[in-house]
Structure formats: C-alpha cells, structure tokens
C-alpha cells in the first residue's frame, strides 16, 4: 500500500455504498482561532471529528452537509445544517475533499435510483394537487417586501438568452418524442421551458409581479461584498420561487410531457428562473467578486501559460489513459465557458460533459476503462491548461455561491470539486515554476559571462 501524508489508518469497511474507512491526520481551527490535532474519519454513512485517535468529539451522516469547499490546497471547509462550519488544515486537503465528495455523489446517486423506483410505481401526475389559481406570494418570508415595481420585465425577456436544460434529474424512459413534438419541431421539454419563461413574462401575472418585485429590490452591486449578499439572496429567492411555481402549476406542466417526472420539471423551473434573474445581473457580480482572487488569478495564468505546451503525461496523466485525440474534445468544450456569462448550471454542466468526453475518448481505445477520481484529476488538471481558461477562481466562487444545494451534493458538487482542487494544485506550481525560471536566468547570465570572459582571452592571445 501507497503511504500517503496526513492518512493514519485505512480500514476496509464494506457497509452501504462500499467505500474505504479512511482516517485523515487533520488540524481543526476552532472559532476562537485556535490550532487543534484532530482526525477526520470518513465511514460510509458518516464523518467523525476525532480526538486522540479515540474520542469521537463530532459524528455527522453525510446527509448534514450543506458544503464542502476547498479554499486552497491546504485549507478547506465543512458546513452542516445542524451545526457551525468546520475549519480544516491538511497536507492532502484536496484528497480529502474529494474523497467526500465521491461519497455524497454515490449517496445521491442511490437516493435518485430509490426515487425512480418509487415513481415507476406510483403515478406522479395522479399524486400531485389539483391545480389552483395562484395568488400573489409573498416575499416577506426571504425579507424582502411586496411593493409596486418600476423595474421593466422586457429586460428579462431576452430571446437569445441560453437556458441549458441538462440535468441529472431522472426521466421516464422514452424513445421517440410526441407526435406533437414532431408537429412543432419542439421537444416535450423545451415546450415546458417556453411555459415557464411565459409564466414569469405574462403582463399583470402574480408571478411576474413576484420576480419583477425581487429585482426591484437587490441593492447595488458596487462591492465584492454586496455581490456575496447578492448572490446569497438570489439563491434563497430561486428556492422559493421554484417551489411557488412547481406547487401551483405543476400539475399543468407535467401534462405537457409523457417523460418528465417532479424531480426533472423542478430541475428546468430551477434553470428557467435562475437564468432569467442573473441575466442583467451575473456580469456585475462576477466583475466585483473577481477583486478578491487578483493575485491567484495571475499566479494561474502565468502557470497556464507555461505549462501550455508540456505532454499530458507532464501531468501525470497515465500512458494507457493518453490517445491519438489528445483530450482535444474536452478541451474545446472548457475552453468554450464564457467566465463572466455562464451561470453556474451551464458550468456544471460543461464540467459533467468534459468529463463524460474524457471516458468516452479513453473507451475507444479500451473498451473496459474505468474513469475514477484518482485517474481524471491530472487529465482535468492537464485540459485546464491546454483551455487557458481564464477567471477560474472568481468562476468556482460564483458556482458555490448559486448552485443549487442539492446538486452541490450530487455529481455536479462533484466536478466542481475536481475542478476547484486542479485549479488549486496549478496555482500550487506557481512557487516552483518561479525558481526555475529565476535557476534558468542566473545560469544563463554566468555562461553569458563565461563566454565573454573567453572572447577576451582569446583577443589578448
């Protein structure tokens, strides 16, 4: 077995989603600031706060985490709902973070296998409410208040805005579209986004009232701080809404297709309404929240810039995993993320998609390869690269600040997670790239020196 710093015991432990126990040497920042030895314990179904290797101070089932962020390469952070925020410090905090996430993406994964057995067998259309006329919510209850607006919803009602409708969500298995889909050249789904965006644009409706209300009401964002807050409230508010929507017109929505469930219809109100609300909005809030990462930006760029041309086996990318292609797929599709106009839903899923790219361009050269954590973190780290994608700091932040909760736990948090620790373990080379930058000068300017040292040996003679 592999010694790897910062891990003090490996068990095998085969209970629920047969993942390792794996004991992490950490060190615990408490709220006064001070320094604690602790050990983190990852079991299958929960994570242990350890003193002195035996006294379990903390024991969360992963179902508690709210979030998981890696602040740099040696930092990170976990929240809960049942209790404060936990500050770690490790050598391997990157491992240890995606060690976590590898156990929070299984555990959706199975929740959302359970939820489509149980809707297989129970008529989801049948369970829903009978359809009622919507009254005017009110926004008190995320404290905001309900007030006449002079803000127009013609700015929200842009025809080329891009609503990526991906999702992780399941669907009822269909092979063919509708015979109405074939008529109006529209798929089932894009006719339930179109009834959404209509919903919020309709003149007098409560819910453009509702979403023209909120706009009104977000403060000025002039500071990386008042685009935390922000984005903060636009999360809370996109909750709210989609439940408003989903709870008195679900019923309607879901009788526009045969192949869509609760889970998927909540999946397109949520990308429907969120991209509508950060469309005049987004660009302002990531230009001011960028301020905060100047300095790692830079030292990534210049990291970008000269590892743009090394092999991806310079990366630690294995030989059985590099193909004629190169990874050039995922590396057109990275570098095609705008920073300062992609929402987070679309960088998600671009990040989802690279990944699936990666596995099938190694599947054509190995038909029985299996892409796992620990084989794509160099090949994400080595796309990075290749893409000179810029902003990438700003880019995670913005990601953790709206994502939706849910899928920060699911395959989405996932890859962000991937994505976050290459970008750290890039920013990491900065120091090293440096110095043999700084090795390279001074030897050239002593053989510089050598040299003219000689010429003037040679003249006298």
């Known amino acids: 077995m592999t010694e790897v710093p910062g891990i003090v015991t490996l068990e095998s432990n085969q209970e629920s989603f047969n993942f390792p126990e794996l004991s ?65 410090m490790s050598p391997v905090a990157p491992q240890i973070v995606l060690e976590i996430s590898q156990r929070l993406n299984q555990r959706l994964q199975e929740q959302n296998e359970h939820e489509e057995e149980r809707l297989a067998s129970v008529d989801m259309k049948a369970g829903l409410p009978t359809p009622m006329t919507p009254s005017i919510p009110s926004l008190d209850t995320i ?24 999702t992780e969500a399941p669907l009822r298995d269909s092979e063919t579209t509708s015979k109405l889909a074939q008529l109006t050249g529209k798929s089932e789904t894009e006719r339930v986004v179109m009834e959404v965006r209509e919903l919020m644009l309709k003149p007098n409706s409560p819910e453009a009232a509702t979403l023209v209300s909120f706009m009104e009401q977000l403060p000025e964002i002039n500071t990386s701080k008042r685009a935390r807050k922000v984005a903060k409230k636009v999360r809370q508010f996109t909750n709210w809404f989609v439940d408003y929507i989903v709870e008195n017109h679900g019923y309607t929505l879901l009788d526009m297709s045969f192949d869509l469930d609760e889970v998927g219809l909540r999946k397109i109100v949520e990308v429907t309404v969120l991209s509508f609300v950060l469309v005049d909005i987004y660009p ?7 301020q905060e990462f100047i300095d790692q930006e830079e030292k990534l760029r210049y990291v970008q810039s000269k590892l743009l ?6 990366f630690g990318v294995p030989p059985e995993c590099i193909t004629e292609a190169n990874f050039s797929g995922p590396i057109r599709l990275v570098a ?44 994400h780290s080595y796309v990075l690269v290749r893409s000179q994608l810029s902003y990438c700091f700003t880019l995670i932040e913005m990601v953790y600040l709206l994502l939706n909760p849910r899928e920060r736990k699911g395959r989405s948090g996932y890859y962000v997670t991937v994505f976050s620790t290459a970008v750290h373990y890039l920013e990491h080379m900065y120091e090293e ?18 040299d003219e040292v000689n010429l003037e040996d040679i003249v006298r003679s």
């Open 24 to 88: 992490f040497a950490v060190r615990k920042k408490n709220h006064r600031g001070r320094i604690q030895p602790r050990t983190l314990r990852l079991t299958n179904s929960h994570i242990e706060n350890v003193k002195k290797d035996i006294i379990v101070t903390k024991r969360f089932p992963y179902s508690e985490i709210s979030g998981l962020k890696l602040q740099d390469t040696e930092n990170f952070v976990i929240s809960y709902t049942t209790d404060h925020d936990f500050h770690y």
């Open 143 to 166: 404290g905001f208040s309900q007030s006449k607006s002079h803000f127009s919803i013609v700015s929200m009602a842009d025809p080329s805005l891009n609503i990526d409708i991906s």
């Open 284 to 290: 302002a809030m990531f230009t001011h929240l960028s």
């Open 309 to 314: 041309h090394e092999h991806s086996a310079y």
């Open 336 to 379: 095609g993320i705008d920073p300062v106009r992609s929402p987070p839903h679309i960088v998600a899923n671009l990040l989802i998609k690279s990944a699936r790219l990666v596995q099938q361009e190694i599947s054509a050269k190995d038909p029985s390869f299996l892409l796992t954590g620990d084989t794509y973190l160099p090949i």
């Open 433 to 450: 790239l440096k110095e043999s930058e700084a090795n390279q000068t001074l030897t050239g300017s002593e053989d510089e020196n050598f």
